[in-house]
């Protein structure tokens, strides 16, 4: 498959990406425009070595596509990790395919922007050596009321839009099976989910109504729920906190990746830390209601994860 290829069929795929400020169709390099570089904090040389950072690497750069992932390098990440002492760079992108190749040519040193089917798929098709490290916050995707407004509304014959690219059809196709609207069958894989895998649809005989995933906020009212990506749902004023039902599995939280070669490094142990520290936590709980927060937080026991959660070190076995 072709680079373009994946950034076509895949670029909507990030229903969790959660960016809250962009629209979620990704662009190739062609038409892409240059990702933007912020000013870096300038430190002295002297309370660099004098603080408890990676004497190896007192610079990180950062890559995420642009909004709500940017946002928490700018307002919570980078002044922590200065205050340890590290000089700290963001570069936002504006699509989805350059972060991971700009990581693995070393222009990067950590990217934050997608989810692990589209980096496991990206870097198998780029021959990539990148592996995730740590789980970020992430809107989630969700059915929201159109003409009916709870779930208790569900009848025969109702209408339900979804996203029309195969990621983000399968995950809807799962959450129908999940709140047995319909039944799919058994043994499949959930991350490829298609029309052909629904074994019964005969308990609601439901209209699926397939449609550019940027289209489901503005066309609610021409069905009877409407399952959408949380980037697009906050994009048009909607409150994550609005959604009837949320996908309950952690295969589209998204990831932090790195390079092998960098797993186990002091500087990846200190990002990660940085994110996972409770000043970060409190941030993205007061920021970022409605959203799916890392397994490792604790604050989804409600669900049952479905995928992989395992920290750096052994992330490039799964």
Not at 36 to 50: F, I
Not at 144 to 169: I, R, W
Not at 249 to 261: E, I, L, R
Request: contains cysteine.
């Amino acid at each position: 498959m072709k680079l373009t290829d994946i950034s076509r069929q895949l670029a909507t795929a990030f229903a969790a990406v959660g960016v809250s400020s962009l629209v979620l169709v990704g662009c190739n390099n062609s038409s892409a425009p240059e990702a933007t570089k912020e000013p870096v904090t300038e430190g002295s040389t002297a309370e660099a070595a004098a603080s408890d950072i990676d004497p190896d690497h007192s610079k990180i750069i950062i890559g995420t596509t642009e909004g709500d992932f940017a946002d928490m390098v700018r307002n919570q990440v980078k002044n922590s990790l200065e205050a340890q002492g590290y000089e700290v760079e963001l570069i936002a992108f504006t699509d989805y395919v350059r972060p991971n190749l700009a990581l693995a040519e070393g222009d990067l040193d950590i990217n934050i922007f997608q989810h692990k089917p589209y980096l496991d798929t990206f870097k198998k098709e780029n021959n990539l050596d990148l592996v995730e490290a740590f789980q970020v916050p992430t809107a989630p995707l969700g059915i929201y009321s159109g003409k009916k407004s709870t779930l208790d509304d569900v009848h025969k014959g109702m209408s339900v839009s979804a996203p029309n690219d195969p990621s983000n059809f399968a995950r809807a196709l799962v959450m129908m099976d999940d709140l047995g609207w319909i039944t799919l069958k058994d043994n499949i894989d959930p991350l490829n989910a298609s029309k052909t895998d629904i074994a019964d649809n005969s308990k609601y005989d439901i209209k699926i109504v397939e449609l550019e995933a940027a289209q489901l906020p503005r066309a609610r009212d021409e069905v009877d729920f409407a399952i959408i990506n949380g980037n697009y749902a906050t994009d048009a004023g909607i409150k994550l906190t609005e959604a009837l039902f949320q996908e309950p599995s952690f295969a589209y939280v998204n990831w932090s990746a790195v390079k092998s070669a960098d797993v186990g490094k002091k500087w990846v142990e200190d990002v990660t830390n940085a994110y996972n520290s409770d000043d970060f936590k409190k941030y993205a709980h007061d920021t970022f209601p409605g959203y799916k927060y890392p397994k490792i937080w604790g604050n989804n026991t409600d669900t049952a994860p479905t995928t992989d959660t395992a920290p750096v070190a052994e992330a490039a076995t799964q």
